[in-house]
Nanobody, 130 residues
């Protein structure tokens, strides 16, 4: 069975950190781009960050630049999103998904919803609150 499973969400205070994981089973992430998206209650889904496992290119939304870091461990078939200096506005369900692009321009378009994604995880909830 081909699936993506997110983990690592939870409740954290403003200024705190969390590390999200996106683990693939049934297929290898080695030739994919993997994106993190989030959706807050009452808001549209937005692209947060993505990485191409083909060439290592990355993309970050302006709202998370300098605070979030995406990385990939092909040996573990897992992509991580390290989130630091969390803000209440980061509260959302975070999803990972796979795509087939690799250039920086294409990654930004993928985050903007211009490409269909191949696989989606079920999501993990991140709540930033005091």
């Amino acid at each position: 069975q081909l699936r993506l499973v997110e983990s690592g969400g939870g409740l954290v205070q403003p200024g705190g950190s969390l590390r999200l994981s996106c683990a693939a089973s049934g297929f290898t992430l080695e030739y994919y781009a993997i994106g993190w998206f989030r959706q807050a209650p009452g808001k549209e889904r937005e692209g947060v960050s993505c990485i191409s496992n083909v060439n290592g290119n990355t993309y970050y939304a302006d709202s998370v630049k300098g605070r979030f870091t995406i990385s990939s461990d092909n040996a573990k078939n897992t992509v991580y999103l390290q989130m630091n200096s969390l803000k209440p506005e980061d509260t959302a369900v975070y999803y990972c998904a796979t795509g087939h692009v690799s250039t920086v321009k294409a990654l930004s378009l993928m985050m903007g919803g211009y490409y269909d994604m191949d696989y989606w995880g079920e999501g993990t909830l991140v709540t930033v609150s005091s």
